[in-house]
Every structure is written in structure tokens, then in C-alpha cells.
């Protein structure tokens, strides 16, 4: 069994940065394919990002590359996101997700396990 908890969301003005971070617990960690996930009131979950095992391969929404970072450290079993030159549209709540496999890393339907979010709100 796996269980997340993110940490990090808070209030920032347009520009600036801010950094999240999944803690995770459970032997099946290191396994599994990890991505974050937003949703804002009103609209539909969006893809953000997703890092595989060794965190040779990363995947990003079109609406955060060239912004966001996505790392992992697997000696603390810890997951984060890197968000630069923040937006007001990127204000949501940001999940952490676990997956098995690296098929399907933007569909959220394929993730097995979630946090249960962070707040990030960016001002104008």
C-alpha cells in the first residue's frame, strides 16, 4: 500500500516560484511511475507532469513546459515540482498521484494512488 502527501502550495504573485513536494510511503514506492495533477473550481483535471523510476524520462502538460520541473529522490521516497514564472492561470489544486507501469502517464484514470492536494494561488 502507498500513500502521498503534498506539501508546498501556498499564495505567490505572478512571476514568481514555488515548490511542491509529494512525500510517499509504502515498499511499492520506488516502483512506480509518479505524476502531478491539477484541478481548478469549475474545470476539469489537468495534466501537469509525470517522472519515471530513475527519472530518465519526464512528460509535460503543453501548458506548463518551459516552466515547471518535475524531480525525484528516491532515497527519501520524495517526489517535486518546480513551478517558475507562475501564472494566475496555474492557480489550483495540485495532487500527487502514483502509478504501477509509465503507460498512459497523462490520463488520470490510470493512477492508482493520491494525495489528497495543495493550494497554489497566484495573484496578479
Known amino acids: 500500500q502507498v500513500a502521498l502527501v503534498e506539501s508546498g502550495g501556498g499564495l505567490v504573485q505572478a512571476g514568481g516560484s514555488l515548490r511542491l513536494s509529494c512525500a510517499a510511503s509504502?515498499?511499492?514506492?520506488?516502483?512506480?511511475?509518479m505524476g502531478w495533477f491539477r484541478q481548478a473550481p469549475g474545470k476539469e483535471r489537468e495534466f501537469v507532469t509525470a517522472i519515471s523510476l530513475t527519472s530518465r524520462s519526464t512528460w509535460y502538460g503543453d501548458s506548463v513546459k518551459g516552466r515547471f520541473t518535475a524531480s525525484r529522490d528516491n532515497a527519501t521516497n520524495t517526489v517535486f515540482l518546480q513551478m517558475n514564472g507562475l501564472k494566475p492561470e496555474d492557480t489550483a489544486v495540485y495532487y500527487c498521484?502514483?502509478?504501477?507501469?509509465?503507460?498512459?502517464?497523462?490520463?488520470?484514470?490510470?493512477?492508482?494512488?493520491w494525495g489528497q492536494g495543495t493550494q497554489v494561488t497566484v495573484s496578479s
Open positions: 498521484a502514483g502509478k504501477s507501469t509509465s503507460f498512459s502517464y497523462s490520463y488520470s484514470s490510470r493512477y492508482e494512488y
Open positions: 509504502g515498499r511499492s514506492f520506488n516502483s512506480r511511475l
